[in-house]
């Protein structure tokens, strides 16, 4: 049984590691655009305002969180009370934390349903206002941002913390039968 467990674990771990290293560059990178936009607002509003500064900073802060979260999902950043947890007896408390982690997959699973409904929805098909890339400057149309482009973080975001809830679910199930020493930490590797 352990061994199917690990041989389904190993690459969900490796994919779930390559997907959150990527999401956490692209993170940086727009934790980064949105501090320049919003610094580039506060020396623009003195000498002429610019509109679409606040539309892109909430772009990428919405982005920003979509990549962020499942990382900090992964490491067990997010804040927890664990103090049932700790009180019962060893078994009790893995058999709650299984039941945790299900009952959050299907929160997850809920929250994925919840994005795809708002990238397809009538608000979904709607623009951001004062949000336009314009690329007339190169002879092509300039491109309106949509609602759905900053619900797409929303989705994306829920499906990288399902990929992450069903490692999690492996791994306390290795851990149940006895193979916590055969698995990988999880550290600040993604």
Not at 39 to 58: D, E, F, L, N
Not at 112 to 135: C, D, H
Request: proline content about 3%; charged content about 10%; hydrophobic content about 60%.
């Amino acid at each position: 049984m352990m061994g199917l467990i690990l041989a389904v674990l190993k690459p969900l771990e490796m994919l779930n590691v390559t997907l959150l290293t990527v999401a956490r560059w692209l993170a940086t990178a727009l934790l980064a655009i949105m501090v320049l936009i919003i610094t580039y607002q506060i020396i623009m509003r003195v000498i002429s305002p610019a509109g679409w500064t606040i539309a892109a900073a909430k772009f990428m802060m919405l982005w920003m969180i979509g990549l962020a979260a499942p990382i900090g999902y992964r490491q067990g950043s997010f804040v927890g009370i664990d103090l049932l947890e700790r009180s019962l007896p060893r078994v009790l408390s893995h058999l709650l934390t299984l039941v945790i982690l299900v009952l959050c997959g299907i929160v997850i699973f809920l929250g994925t349903q919840l994005g795809y409904a708002e990238i397809n929805s009538f608000g979904g098909k709607g623009t951001i206002p004062n949000f336009r890339i314009e690329l007339s400057w190169a002879g092509l149309k300039d491109f309106q941002v949509r609602n759905w482009h900053a619900f797409f973080s929303l989705y994306l975001g829920f499906c990288l913390m399902m990929l992450i809830n069903i490692e999690l679910i492996l791994r306390h199930l290795v851990t149940m039968l006895g193979g916590a020493d055969r698995l990988a930490p999880i550290g600040g590797d993604a």
